[in-house]
């Protein structure tokens, strides 16, 4: 409570005055005698008790007023300030699929939903975590293989396609799950089975009521023309499950992933140049095994189709800059010689020369070494290891 200063005693003296003035009128209007000095300053007194009590309250909530506004502004000064980013990262729908929710605050759910013949692995929900980040594990679409379940009657044989299957049925059946009797007209797929030109699908035939539609199998797309097959990259598309530590390589029908490690020598140690590189670490003075080692060793992944026609050169290893006065070229691994050998192109150049069909599936793992020469005596080894892919189709 402050004290009060001299004005304000003066401005309770003409109060009190006035106070007077203003009973004695009371009085007047109701045909009374004014009151006498002694009854005047009972009144005044009780009124300056009013007051002052009055004036206590008013104060006494001004205090509790002032203390609340106190302890707010100490709770906003204590009160850690919001991070720039205060929400989860921010989840792509899967492949095939949907997500359902847009929010990524602290305790908001997103849902995951596949499309028809998908089915899901992972969480199917997952919540905002007060930590910022996500519950459960990442939605995955896979395709559902409905041929399990046998969905073709009567000795009918099933493909598995993207988003369903394809019913090849047995003779006397059809329907798309092979389960009517067939009807009397033509079967376009028996008529026309044999022979390129006469052919009318790339791979399977499905005869139909009128007519007949084509499939192809898994890893293909069905071309515009509704008769051809297109593969599907899935290195490209994203429809893969390779690391990051791994390559990505796009097959006839499907993918491969691939990891690139340097080789491991005694004598010789390498460092990966880049991802399908690796050179050799300088030797020291003395140790002649060490410079004997391949001074680099590359890699390359290939993806051939079934039976793919011979000859034809597949691939060539050339020299940027030579420092001796030759080079020499040759095979290394045993398999491979039975579908490939290497010969000379011109004085910097080696190639690989496909010399008889390869019949798929299969992984042929081979080796081409360049050697430089200066008068006959060695100065480096070169190896380029090629992985070849080869499809179990012919497209």
């Known amino acids: 409570m402050y004290p009060l200063n001299d004005s304000m005693k003066t401005m309770n003296r003409r109060y009190s005055i006035l106070l007077s003035i203003f009973i004695c009128q009371v009085y007047t209007m109701l045909a009374q005698d004014c009151p006498g000095k002694r009854d005047l300053q009972n009144s005044i007194q009780q009124a300056h008790k009013l007051l002052s009590s009055q004036e206590s309250s008013y104060l006494q909530s001004l205090r509790a007023l002032r203390k609340k506004l106190h302890l707010l502004q100490d709770s906003v000064a204590r009160r850690p300030a919001k991070p720039k980013n205060y929400t989860c990262p921010d989840l792509e729908p899967p492949v095939n699929g949907r997500k359902l929710g847009k929010t990524l605050f602290a305790g908001h759910e997103v849902h995951f939903i596949c499309d028809a013949g998908f089915e899901l692995l992972g969480s199917e ?78 791979h399977t035939c499905v005869n139909t009521a009128g007519g007949y539609r084509c499939s192809c199998p898994a890893g293909y797309d069905l071309t515009r023309d509704g008769r051809n097959c297109k593969d599907i990259d899935e290195c490209g598309s994203g429809q893969n499950n390779c690391t990051r530590e791994q390559l990505c390589i796009n097959t006839y029908g499907g993918f491969q992933c691939v990891k690139v490690e340097c080789p491991q020598m005694r004598n010789a140690s390498y460092a990966k140049t880049s991802p399908t590189r690796c050179e050799r670490n300088p030797c020291p003075g003395s140790s002649r095994t060490c410079s004997q080692a391949p001074g680099s060793v590359s890699h390359h992944h290939l993806s051939v189709v079934s039976g793919l ?40 150049t080696g190639e690989l020369l496909l010399t008889r069909p390869v019949p798929g599936p299969a992984t042929l793992d081979l080796q081409v070494e360049m050697s430089e020469l200066e008068r006959g005596e060695l100065l480096g080894r070169y190896i380029t290891k090629i992985t070849i892919f080869v499809s179990p189709y012919e497209f």
């Open 125 to 202: 929900t997952r919540q905002c975590k007060d930590s910022l980040s996500w519950s459960g594990h990442p939605a995955v679409c896979k395709d559902i293989d409905e041929c399990l379940s046998s969905p073709c009657a009567n000795g009918g044989s099933c493909t598995d396609e993207v988003k369903g299957f394809s019913c090849v049925c047995a003779q006397g059946w059809a329907g798309p799950s092979c389960d009517s009797p067939t009807p009397t007209y033509i079967d376009e797929c028996k008529l026309f089975h044999t022979g390129q030109a006469g052919r009318l699908c790339l």
């Open 309 to 348: 026609s011979a000859p034809r050169v597949v691939f060539r290893v050339s020299a940027v800059r030579m420092i001796g006065d030759s080079l020499r070229f040759a095979l290394l691994g045993g398999r491979a010689h039975r579908f490939f050998t290497v010969r000379r192109s011109d004085r910097q």
